[in-house]
Structures are given as C-alpha cells and as structure tokens.
Nanobody, 120 residues
Framework: QVQLVESGGGSVQAGGSLKLSCTAS?????MGWFRQAPGKEREGVAV???????ASYNDSVEGRFTISRDNAKNIHLNLNSLKPEDTAMYYCAARTGWACGLEKEIFDYWGQGTQVSVSS
C-alpha cells in the first residue's frame, strides 16, 4: 500500500502564497494535487509526469500555481496570487502508471489532505 504524506497549507490573505509538499512511501508514476471545497466535487489542480516532469494544470490555476517534482517520491505545489475561491482541502494523489491526467478516477492512492484557506 502506497502512503502519501502532505505538508504545508494554512491560512493566508488574498494575494498571498503557500507551498504544499507530498512524499510517497515508494516510487510512483504520475503524481498530482486535487482539491475539494465544501459541497463541491473533488477537482484536479495540477499533475506531473514521472518522465520529463511534464505538468498539466486546471485552467483556474494556470499561471498562479506551479507543480514541481524532485524524484519518484516527492512533489510540491507553489500557490501564488491566492484567491478566496482557492479555499479547499488539498489532496496529494499518485498512481503507479505513468499516464497523467486531471481526472481523479485514474489515481490509485490519496493523502489525508491539507487545508488551504484564503481570506479576502
């Protein structure tokens, strides 16, 4: 069983920045970040491939968030120019395969989540 441990998150004012990190217990394939606000579906934020570290972003965060990857186990998400609508629980996700996408259904493993709250 793959375990994912997230760190980071917190509360900031609009326009502020945060950094999230995730460490997997074993080498993984595609990894990414999802978020879920109260009463809403979990949505893909950003994903990154294990080869070439090619990233894909949700249009709502493109240009503000940056996903990066150190190796087969660790990823980060830099959140800049935060908006109140970015407030959500953020989850790290991973799968053993290399194919990547923002669809939550393709991911096999999930972290416990870390809260990001942005006030106006």
């Amino acid at each position: 069983q793959v375990q994912l441990v997230e760190s980071g998150g917190g509360s900031v004012q609009a326009g502020g920045s945060l950094k999230l990190s995730c460490t997997a217990s074993v080498d993984t394939g595609c990894m990414g970040w999802f978020r879920q606000a109260p009463g809403k579906e979990r949505e893909g934020v950003a994903v990154i491939r294990p080869v070439g570290f090619i990233a894909s972003y949700n249009d709502s965060v493109e240009g503000r968030f940056t996903i990066s990857r150190d190796n087969a186990k660790n990823i980060h998400l830099n959140l800049n120019s935060l908006k109140p609508e970015d407030t959500a629980m953020y989850y790290c996700a991973a799968r053993t395969g290399w194919a990547c996408g923002l669809e939550k259904e393709i991911f096999d493993y999930w972290g416990q989540g870390t809260q990001v709250s942005v006030s106006s």
